[in-house]
């Protein structure tokens, strides 16, 4: 297994290998988001206090795990492109910040839709609501960073000082709703006792949890690919792809 | 459940259609944006290859 990740931080076996695996990234996440809008939207009963505007959270809550879980692979890539200068790293970890940036809008998005029905307001400025936007400001600030150094090595380890910062931020989100008091509801499913979500609910969420991971999987990697080949094209192998 | 209860949804349709509407817009974006920058760049790099080459 350790050959196979050896392998797979060499640039060519890579950008090989990451082809094949979006094609199956992308059928995969078809199905599961079909499937699970389709259990979720059409086969799960209505919520008996929120009616149907929870079926927001079908949406809101992969967007909102996503947030943080992209937020960890790009603070963890970061670390190991600072550590052990690997360059291929350093590029996931850049590919990681639009992304995250983009899922955590999302999580934002929707759930101020879903405030304004169930809570009486667009936004509140409470520990959950709060520590979400600062994450969104985190990826918009890595990204403004890295732009703003003109050497690529020096900003991609500013940058990843600055990603390694903020992942004090993560758990402050994850525990925010039960250190402070706060509108926004406790936590349903990550928690140890059994989730108090009703399976017909639970499996819709999970399949778009999943989907939401799939498709995050695959865009990243054809960014990832596309800086592989601006850094590498000077290489044999980026020129023969070029020139496909 | 006829069509027209499915997209009222309880009357919490403007909510959860926008919402879902919102997530169509940036997931579709987040497919497209890159996907149009990758042949963009291909064009760019192959552009310098060929003037590396005549120079």
Known sequence: MWQFFHKLASPKFFYDFSSRLIFWLAIVTIILMASGLYMGLVEAPPDYQQKDSYRIMFIHVPAAWMSMFVYMVMAITGAINLIWRIKL????????????ASFTFLALVTGSIWG???WGTWWVWDARLTSELILLFLYLGYMALRASIEDKTNASRAAAV???VGVVNIP???Y?????????QGPTVTKFDKPSIHTS????????AFAFKTYFVSVLLVRTRTELLVRE???SWARKELSK | MTFAEFIDMG??????????????VVLVANVVIPLLSARKQKRELLGKLKRMENS
């Open chain 1, 176 to 184: 925010s709703v039960e250190w402070w008091n706060t509108l926004h």
């Open chain 1, 201 to 208: 609910m639970l499996i819709p969420l999970l399949l778009m």
């Open chain 2, 11 to 24: 009357g919490y349709g403007s909510y959860v259609w926008s919402s879902y509407g919102i997530a169509l």
């Open chain 1, 89 to 100: 790293a350093d590029i996931i970890s850049m590919s990681c910040a639009p992304l995250g």
């Open chain 1, 233 to 235: 094209f000077r290489s």
């Open chain 1, 162 to 164: 600055l990603a390694l």
């Open chain 1, 172 to 174: 402050i989100i994850h």
């Open chain 1, 116 to 118: 304004k029905p169930m």
